[in-house]
């Protein structure tokens, strides 16, 4: 073969999620498989309900598939235990949640530092403020770095909480409807943060949205409906 390979780093096979709610049962997802190449910028598009956030929390290691198989980075997931699957999500995963997530009470860079501590990732003090430092710049907090996040907008809290899913150099960041809380220009902003991530550092980059507006913004986008992926759409980079 004369084309270099890009390697998978995620892969799902045939993944189902089913909640019981007393007599009946709820089918969130009814059987994705879909393949995840090393530097993807993939969106998850649909509307509410359609399983995206069911579908980024099975990937993200947060909620476990009811069927099916989930390779990450050529490990099959279903044989870990919690604890193997923990330090797994630690290692590999950087997530981004619609809502922020970040500790108000910490400071912006303590936020961004949290990863390093309790991850288990052998740094000095001095490589850990260098690494932080370095996302702070890259997503343009370097002057709010000991701010607290109420005292943030909401654009700067999401760019803040992007800086605290990379600085573990993760292989895959994931983030659920990363601009639901924004405004359109703030969204789009975070988005040619994650894209300018995506190209520097190479992360593959799955997110979810119900936004055309930022959907359109990915590479290759998955349209899901009623749990099953109902189309696909690639864009020229
Ligand atoms: N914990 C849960 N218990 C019962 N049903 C759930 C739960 N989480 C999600 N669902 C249902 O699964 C479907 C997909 O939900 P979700 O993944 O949150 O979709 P989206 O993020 O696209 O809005 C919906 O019908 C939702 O009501
Ligand atoms: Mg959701």
Excluded: C
């Amino acid at each position: 073969m004369t084309q270099t390979n890009r390697k998978a780093i995620v892969i799902l096979e045939n993944i189902t999620r089913t909640y019981p709610m007393g007599e009946i049962t709820v089918e969130a997802l009814k059987g994705i498989s879909l393949e995840l190449t090393e530097g993807d910028f993939i969106s998850v598009a649909g509307p509410s309900g359609s399983g995206k956030t069911t579908l980024m929390n099975i990937v993200g290691l947060i909620d476990r598939p009811t069927m099916g198989n989930l390779l990450l980075g050529g490990t099959n997931t279903a044989a870990l235990s919690r604890r193997e699957l923990t330090r797994l999500r630690r290692e590999f995963i950087g997530f981004v949640f619609q809502s922020f997530n970040l500790l108000p009470v910490l400071s912006v860079f303590e936020n961004v530092e949290l990863p390093l501590l309790i991850g288990g990732k052998s740094l000095s003090r001095n490589e850990r403020k260098e690494r932080v430092e370095y996302f702070l710049e890259e997503v343009g907090l370097a002057d709010r770095r000991n701010h607290q996040p109420p005292e943030l907008s909401g654009g700067q809290q999401q760019r803040a909480a992007i800086a605290r899913a990379m600085v573990g150099k993760p292989k895959l960041v994931i983030a659920d409807e990363p601009t639901a809380n924004l405004d359109s220009e703030n969204g789009e902003r975070i988005l040619e943060l994650m894209k300018k991530v995506n190209h520097e550092e190479k992360t593959t980059f799955l997110f979810s949205t119900h936004d055309p507006d930022i959907w359109k913004m990915a590479d290759h986008i998955l349209f899901l409906r009623d749990g099953l992926v109902e189309s696909e759409q690639k864009n020229n980079k």
